[in-house]
Each structure stands twice: as structure tokens, then as C-alpha cells.
């Protein structure tokens, strides 16, 4: 950094008061609310298309679901609910910080809360949504 002042250092992080955000919680729940909302935005792309086959021929729509009953496509859909919870929560979150007028005062709060909320929620929907491929895989007592 030779030749710079240090008021121009300071203004290069964000713990400085200044201007770049760095690597801080509420740039990464940006992001991941970015890439969520783009991974539903996918997902219903692709559901809009093979749900439209439907009309087409309902035999390709038939043999498209029917590759859909694995484990492969089982995990996606966990991460798929995963996604749509996270996007869904961290947006009212968003919303409390952009209405009301405390709450960029306690984004860090609302944040982990809704983290909290997260795993409270996918802990047991992630059992409910592989208790079926696992069992088919392993076998069971069913």
C-alpha cells in the first residue's frame, strides 16, 4: 500500500467505517439469498416445462417423472425446500429491515433466528423427505 494516506486505507474495509464490504454475516446471508432465489427461479423454469408435457405427450410426461423417483433427485429436493425456506425466511427478514424502523438495528439477531428457524425446520423435514429413499435403498422393515 505504498504511496497511500491512511485515510484511504481506512476506507478500503469494512471494519474501517469505510465503503468495500468484506467477507461480513450479512454479505454472506446476501449472497446465499441471491443464489437461493435464483436456484427456485430454475427450479420452477424446469417444473413449468415438464408439467407442460403433461399437454404434449403424457407418456414423455410419464417417463420424465418416473426419472425423477431416485436418490439422486431425492437429495436435490432436500436441497431444493432447503433453498425455498432460506429465500423465504431471509426475505422477511429483509422486509423487517427495510419497514420497520428497528430493524437494521437487529439484523444480526433476525438473522440468526431465521438460521435457527431453518434447522429447526429441515432436521426433521430432511428425515420425512429421505425416510422412503432410504429404506428402498437399505431396506426396512415396512
Known sequence: MAGTT????????????????RGDLGMWSWVAHRITGVLTFFFL??????????????????KVIETYKNPIVNLFEVGLVGAVLYHA???????LIDFWEKGARYQ?????????????????????MMVRTITDMFGGGH
Open 6 to 21: 491512511a485515510p484511504e486505507r481506512a476506507g478500503s474495509s469494512s471494519k474501517g467505517g469505510g465503503t468495500l464490504y
Open 45 to 62: 423454469f424446469a417444473h413449468v416445462l415438464d408439467t407442460a408435457l403433461v399437454r404434449v405427450s403424457p407418456d414423455a410426461y410419464d
Open 89 to 95: 425466511l431471509n426475505g422477511i427478514r429483509v422486509m
Open 108 to 128: 444480526r439477531q433476525m438473522l440468526w433466528a431465521i438460521l435457527g428457524l431453518w434447522v429447526l425446520v429441515m432436521i426433521p423435514g430432511t428425515y420425512f
